[in-house]
């Protein structure tokens, strides 16, 4: 079926289910200011599973994994509950794009070699995803979910961020971002673990990318909607003291967290 097929397909039935949308509003920044994955995490994370057929990106966003998973997969099926964050996805060749829930998709069973999961596995149904992640994987299969939190740049760039995300717009965050904080150690994860090693995002930015960055973050959006002010107004003041000629580009560090495992016996 083609990538326009599937997305009509699953309209209709979509728009009777809830999910937790804090990203649709800013896709386009989203897609613009988001980093960028590194090349080495895909890599590594092709190297888990025996079979190289099709990969599920869930939770698409903007396609940015889907898109490191195609040179390393025959197909791969990108799915996001957020119609709007599959508009703002670059189109690939390989990439199905289909507006779908995590915990509910047409894939069919037993087709899936790797299921990757960015920065979103804190917002899912727990349950009910791992049951569709279990429904859709091959018996070799392997799943992956990884997030990152704070940037790091210089200790006083760093210090002015820690202020602008836990006092500034810390009271608008959701209460799920708390998972995202302990690095996903105290979400529930039901497979046979696999040790992985570390990995880092990293970026050339200005204050400019920065500030845009910081756009995208929900609480950031929240604050705005709230208190009809955008907070980095007067955080932009605060950097450009620090940051002094505001083209220079700093390099920019997100570590990131990964979980990654197989089924279980049985399973």
Known sequence: MSTIANFFAFAESLLSMSFKDHFSQQADAYAKYRPHYPRALFEYLASLPPAHDTAWDCATGNGQAALGLAPHFAAVIATDASAQQITQALPHEKIAYQVAPAERTNIPPHSVDLITVAQALHWFHFEEFYAEAKRVLEPAGVIAAWCYNLLRCVPEIDHLLDEFYFE?????????????????????????????????????????DLIGYLGTWSATQRFIARKKADPRIDLRVQLQKVWREPEELKRIIWPLYLRAGRLRAGE
């Not at 500034?168 to 529930?188: A, C, D, M």
Request: proline share 12%; no cysteine; charged share 20%.
């Open 168 to 208: 500034t717009v810390g009271p608008f965050w959701p209460p799920e971002r708390k998972l995202l904080e302990e690095h996903y150690q105290n979400i529930s994860f039901p497979f046979d673990e696999i040790t992985s090693p570390d990995f880092f995002m990293t970026a050339a930015w200005n204050l400019e």
